[in-house]
């Protein structure tokens, strides 16, 4: 069975820091990883994907990722904060082999950005 | 292009009622989705619809069900209500292909008392 571990449930940084926000998983065959943000009172956003191909990704808001197979990681990361970004995160993986498009989530990762 | 769209966005039931919620995917869309969100759970899959059969199901009570129209629009059922079922449910619509890039609504809030 599929998986998803993030580590850190709040993660702080000031404005214009580096963020890093970690996630693991565990899946049988190759995955299809996932991040997604979601602000207070709303639904999830899709930030970026990784399906096949080139193992780092980039994807909205200066947001990027990178595929790690040997170290089954898919870290989220964004050279320089922005107050806009303090949200919730999550890490998502979907074994593309089902078929279907159903989502294992992490535990979710909330982001606070200090001035 | 409209997203996809729940209704209602909040609502308070008691004990042992039962809801039904509603999903209005993106058009075109084929694949409803229907997830669980609470503070210690976390967001769990509850069950996945594409054209009209339920494809998966995630591990919850007989007491959740869902349906799927013929106009892709999707409803989810929970009877007897427990306390325990307060939670946000988010419906997300994809094209039905195997990327699973879902799109989310902005979620129907249900508090039981």
């Known amino acids: 069975a599929q998986s998803v571990t993030q580590l850190g449930s709040h993660v702080s940084v000031s404005e214009g820091a580096l963020v890093l926000l970690r996630c693991n998983y565990s899946?049988?065959?190759?995955?299809?990883l996932f991040w997604y943000v979601q602000y207070p009172n709303q639904g999830l956003q899709l930030l970026l994907k990784?399906?096949?191909?080139?193992?780092l990704v980039k994807g909205i808001n200066g947001f990027e990722a990178e595929f790690k197979k040997s170290e089954t990681s898919f870290h989220l990361t964004k050279p320089s904060a922005h107050m806009s970004d303090a949200a919730e995160y999550f890490c998502?993986?979907?074994?593309?082999?089902?078929?279907?498009?159903?989502?294992?989530f992490g535990k979710g990762t909330m982001l606070l950005v200090s001035p | 292009k409209a997203g996809v769209t729940q209704t209602p966005r909040y609502l308070i039931k008691t004990r042992g009622q039962q809801v039904t919620l509603s999903c209005s995917p993106i058009s075109g869309h084929r694949s409803v989705s229907w997830y669980q969100q609470t503070p210690g759970q976390g967001l769990q899959f509850l069950f996945e619809y594409f054209s009209e059969t339920q494809r998966n199901k995630g591990n919850f009570p007989g007491r959740f069900s869902g349906r799927q129209f013929s106009n892709s629009r999707s409803e989810m059922n929970v009877s007897t209500l427990e306390l325990g079922d307060s939670a946000l449910y988010l419906c997300?619509?994809?094209?039905?292909?195997?990327?699973?890039?879902?799109?989310f609504g902005e979620g129907s809030r249900l508090t039981v008392l």
């Open positions: 899946s049988s065959v190759p995955p299809y």
């Open positions: 990784y399906t096949t191909g080139a193992t």
């Open positions: 998502a993986v979907c074994e593309g082999s089902s078929g279907y498009s159903t989502l294992t």
């Open positions: 997300a619509s994809s094209g039905g292909l195997t990327t699973g890039e879902l799109f």
